[in-house]
C-alpha cells in the first residue's frame, strides 16, 4: 500500500521569504501522480500544484515549484516570497495511475506560519 | 460556475442518530470522492461514486456508512447509529473524469459533531 509522509508538523517563515516543506511517499508503482493541497482556516482544499511522475521536469506555478526526486521518492514545494495569504496547512497527496484507482492518499499536513 | 456543494456546513447529532451529508458535483462532474479528516489528521479516503455505482470503497468502515450516488440528486453518505468517534470533517470532491491527472475539486466540507 502507498504512504505518504510529512515529517514537519509545523514551519515558520518571514513574510518574502522563502519556504520548503518536505514530502516523502513509498510506492511499488512507477505511474502516479503527486499534489500539493492548501488547507486555510476556511478548511477549504485547494489543489496548489501537481506533478506527473513520468515527467522529470519540476512544476512550477508562479510562486510554487517543486522539487521531485522519483529515486529518493521526495516530492518537496518551495514557497517564494512568501506572503500572509499563504499561511495554511498544506497536504502532499499520491494517487495511482491505474484505472480505477483515483483516490488521493494524504500526509498529515506541515501548519506553515508567515510571520510579517 | 458554481463549485462542489456541499450541505449541511455544520451537523450536530446524537449517539444513536443517523446523519445524511450531501455533496453536489461541479456542473458536468459525474465521479464523487469522499473523505474524512479527523481533527489534527490528514484527509482519509472512503468512496469513489460514478453515477449511479461504486467504483471503490476500500476505505468505507464495514458497517454503519454507506454512499449512494443516484442518477438524479447530490450524491449522499449516509451515517446510521453515530459514535463519538464519527465526529470529523467530511469532504467530497468531484472530477470531469478519471483517470490521468483529472483534478479533484473539493467542496468546503461538512463538520460533523456527535454528543
Known amino acids: 500500500a502507498q504512504t505518504v509522509t510529512q515529517s514537519q508538523p509545523e514551519m515558520s517563515v518571514q513574510e518574502a521569504e522563502t519556504v520548503t516543506l518536505s514530502c516523502t511517499y513509498d510506492?511499488?508503482?512507477?505511474?502516479?501522480?503527486l499534489f500539493w493541497y492548501k488547507q486555510p482556516p476556511s478548511r477549504q482544499m485547494i489543489l496548489v500544484i501537481r506533478?506527473?511522475?513520468?515527467?522529470?521536469q519540476n512544476a512550477t506555478e508562479n510562486r510554487f515549484s517543486v522539487n521531485f526526486q522519483k529515486a529518493a521518492k521526495s516530492f518537496s514545494l518551495k514557497i517564494s516570497d512568501s506572503q500572509l495569504g499563504d499561511a495554511a496547512m498544506y497536504f502532499c497527496?499520491?494517487?495511482?495511475?491505474?484505472?480505477?484507482?483515483?483516490?488521493?492518499?494524504f500526509g498529515t499536513g506541515t501548519r506553515l506560519q508567515v510571520f510579517p | 460556475n458554481a463549485g462542489v456543494m456541499q450541505n449541511p456546513r455544520h451537523l450536530v447529532r446524537r449517539r444513536g442518530q443517523e446523519a445524511r451529508l450531501r455533496c453536489s458535483p461541479m456542473?458536468?462532474?459525474?465521479?464523487v470522492y469522499w473523505y474524512r479528516q479527523l481533527p489534527e489528521e490528514g484527509l482519509k479516503f472512503m468512496v469513489y461514486?460514478?453515477?449511479?455505482?461504486?467504483?471503490?470503497e476500500s476505505g468505507m468502515p464495514k458497517e454503519r456508512f454507506s454512499a449512494e450516488f443516484p442518477k438524479e440528486g447530490p450524491s449522499i453518505l449516509r451515517i446510521q447509529q453515530v459514535v463519538r468517534g464519527d465526529s470529523a470533517a467530511y469532504f467530497c470532491?468531484?472530477?470531469?473524469?478519471?483517470?490521468?491527472?483529472?483534478?479533484?475539486?473539493f467542496g468546503p466540507g461538512t463538520r460533523l459533531t456527535v454528543t
Open positions: 461514486l460514478q453515477k449511479e455505482n461504486i467504483i471503490d
Open positions: 470532491a468531484s472530477s470531469l473524469r478519471a483517470g490521468e491527472m483529472n483534478e479533484q475539486y
Open positions: 497527496a499520491y494517487r495511482s495511475a491505474k484505472v480505477g484507482t483515483d483516490k488521493l492518499i
Open positions: 456542473k458536468g462532474h459525474s465521479h
Open positions: 506533478q506527473e511522475a513520468y515527467k522529470q
Open positions: 510506492t511499488s508503482e512507477s505511474d502516479y501522480y
